[in-house]
């Protein structure tokens, strides 16, 4: 049986370049050399702080080539099969063995393992689309959903789409959620940690372009470009989006304007500093995360994804809601500058 | 002063002072959480016993009405107990999530165990 599959792998790996794929490299080889750039002035300030290595310098001689080809012919493979087993167990097997196919056929790039966690709060009506869709775009990916204490069905929503489910007892909000995604990240050799939101908003299929300039910084983040017609805010809110930017930029030594996207790549090294560091507060998980990564020395990006509509809820726009807003997100940057420093941990990433 | 005010104010510093000693002697109270207590408890104690040593520290402060530091001595007193319990509040929590990130993956790895047993051992007929 194996060594039937095995052919079929190789095979469908020897006729690559589907026209969705060529179109995708096209669109990241015209972003490659403005994160080139970026990079290149960001290692002149921050000397030693980069995680040199071949990689990096792959990454630099064939833009849109790493990370993009990567399983190429799994994704064809699944595709096919999945028309005959739709049973989600059986999926999940036959990924992993995929996966492992993969590997052995030496198809993969690099040898980074990826996670992605998906942070869910009474989800269920969305999460299984995210997850299969995850799981079509990238079968070799592992995906961790951490239920933030939910109390309808998307834990078993979640496990019938074949994802592993960390279960809080009770709700920790969406930084308590990450910091358990970034410890379990860690604790079972995960070299990269990408979360993703459970509503369907993000893209699986961006992770691509946020994992490639992973290999130039140590926290990407997804910034919401494309929505921006239908993302416009005004009065009080956007003025805390600007301040929040303004301010970020500032301490990142980069360009950022989405500084509250939940689309974010972290590398090994921001993943050590997260599972120790990451906050739980309101605004935590994306201001404070920023200032923490920022003052630790992490290289940070920001690299434009497209957003879709969200299937329920929008950001307020009553005045009082939003100069709420406002004070809270400049008390949380205030409260997180005035706070400690945490350096980066070099010494467990030998072990 | 009348006598009985006298014996009045004693009396309410002592069974402060004795209500705490006793939960501490309980251990129903930790004694970095009674610090605070005992000190009010043994403040009242001193101006209750001696009423000579209030007016003097007032007069010294520069404060007319020495009932004033009575009452600028306890709500100081109470608003570092309200601090403290709120600084202690907040390292419970940061406790409670460390316990429940415990607790969650220790679920996973169960989950996977549960899993990998069943596959090593199907189920017989």
């Given at each position: 049986m194996s060594d039937v599959v095995e052919d079929e792998a190789e095979k469908e790996a020897g006729d690559g370049g589907e026209p969705q794929w060529g179109a995708r490299d096209g669109m990241k080889q015209k972003d490659q050399p403005e994160i080139d750039n970026e990079a290149d002035s960001a290692n002149d300030e921050v000397t030693g702080c980069r995680m040199g290595g071949e990689r990096s310098t792959h990454a630099r001689q064939f833009p849109g080539l790493v990370g993009s080809r990567r399983g190429l012919g799994t994704r064809r493979f699944m595709r096919a099969i999945q028309d005959r087993f739709s049973n989600g167990y059986t999926l999940l097997r036959l990924q992993k063995l995929a996966c492992r196919l993969d590997r052995l056929s030496g198809m993969s790039i690099g040898e980074n393992r990826t996670l992605v966690v998906m942070p869910a709060y009474n989800e269920e009506a969305s999460i299984g689309e995210v997850i299969r869709e995850l799981a079509m775009a990238h079968p070799e990916i592992t995906c961790l959903v951490?239920?933030?204490?939910?109390?309808?069905?998307t834990v078993d929503v979640a496990k019938a789409n074949g994802a592993i489910v960390a279960s809080l007892p009770f709700n920790l909000g969406v930084g308590g959620a990450m910091r358990l995604g970034y410890k379990y990240g860690l604790e079972n050799g995960f070299d990269r940690v990408v979360q993703i939101d459970a509503?369907?908003?993000?893209?699986?299929?961006d992770l691509e372009i946020v994992l490639s300039a992973l290999d130039e910084a140590d926290l990407v983040i997804g910034a919401r470009f494309a929505g921006e017609g239908t993302y416009a805010v005004r009065g009080p809110r956007r003025w805390a989006m600007v301040v929040l930017a303004r301010t970020l930029s500032r301490s990142a030594r980069t360009r950022l304007t989405d500084t509250t996207s939940g689309f974010r790549a972290a590398g090994p090294r921001a993943v050590r500093l997260f599972a120790e560091h990451y906050p739980a507060e309101y605004l935590g998980d994306t201001i404070e995360s920023l200032v923490i990564a920022s003052r630790a020395g992490c290289v940070i990006r920001q690299v434009p994804v497209t957003m879709r509509a969200r299937s329920g809820g929008v950001a307020s726009h009553h005045p009082v809601k939003a100069a709420l807003y406002l004070f809270r997100a400049c008390l949380a940057l205030g409260i997180a500058y005035l706070g400690p420093a945490y350096p980066l941990n070099e010494a467990r990433a030998a072990s | 002063m009348t006598v009985t005010s006298y014996i009045f104010g004693v009396a309410s510093a002592v069974i402060a002072l004795v209500v705490v000693i006793e939960l501490l002697r309980r251990r129903r109270l930790r004694e970095r959480h009674a610090v605070w207590w005992l000190l009010a408890g043994a403040l009242a104690l001193v101006a209750g016993v001696f009423p000579g040593t209030l007016a003097w520290a007032a007069s010294i402060i520069g404060i007319e009405v020495p009932i004033n530091l009575v009452f600028f001595v306890s709500i100081g007193i109470l608003f570092f107990v309200c601090l403290q319990t709120s600084a202690e509040l907040t390292r419970l929590e940061a406790k409670t999530r460390t316990l429940a990130e415990a607790a969650a993956l220790q679920g996973v790895r169960l989950d996977e165990l549960e899993t990998r047993l069943k596959a090593a051992n199907p189920p017989e007929r």
């Open positions: 951490v239920d933030d204490g939910s109390s309808d069905a509503d369907g908003q993000h893209d699986p299929r | -």
